[in-house]
């Protein structure tokens, strides 16, 4: 009986101590909840300061951040780029949906649209007009 309950108390305690337990179970400290979360928007705005888009799009993108976090990324990327005269690039995906979006699903517009610009070939240099090709004369 003794041996019983040591064993459930060490069982108890080492699951205790386990991170990703308390991750399922919903125990995270809200201190490290709140550091990560921070961590996240600064990253998130030093990457939209990175693409390019402006402060006030990287707040509507991604709400569920801290404001705070979002701008203070965006500024310490702001003063990187200008000291070392890094461009801006343009963002190749779309952005992403908070958290609990629903993603959408395509129309039946856009797949018939896919569809029939698929199903004509594009232009190759064979079948441009041979005009576009000949140089202007008078020069």
């Known amino acids: 009986m003794i041996t ?25 400290d809200p201190a490290v909840k709140e550091a990560k979360t921070e961590a996240e928007a600064q990253a998130v705005g030093s990457a939209c300061r990175h693409s390019g888009r402006a402060i006030e799009d990287c707040y509507a993108i ?31 995906l779309p952005p992403v949906e908070p958290p609990g979006a629903r993603k959408r699903r395509p129309s039946l517009t856009a797949e018939a649209a896919n569809e029939s610009s698929s199903a004509t070939p594009p232009a190759t240099e064979e079948s441009k007009p041979a005009a576009a090709e000949a140089p202007a004369k008078g020069k």
């Open 4 to 28: 019983r309950a040591f064993l459930i108390v060490a069982t108890a305690l080492a699951l205790a101590g386990c991170e990703q337990v308390n991750n399922k179970l919903g125990l995270v």
């Open 62 to 92: 991604y709400a569920w951040l801290p404001k705070a976090g979002v701008y203070a990324g965006w500024r310490q990327m702001d003063e990187y780029m200008r000291e070392n005269k890094i461009e801006t690039i343009v963002p190749q």
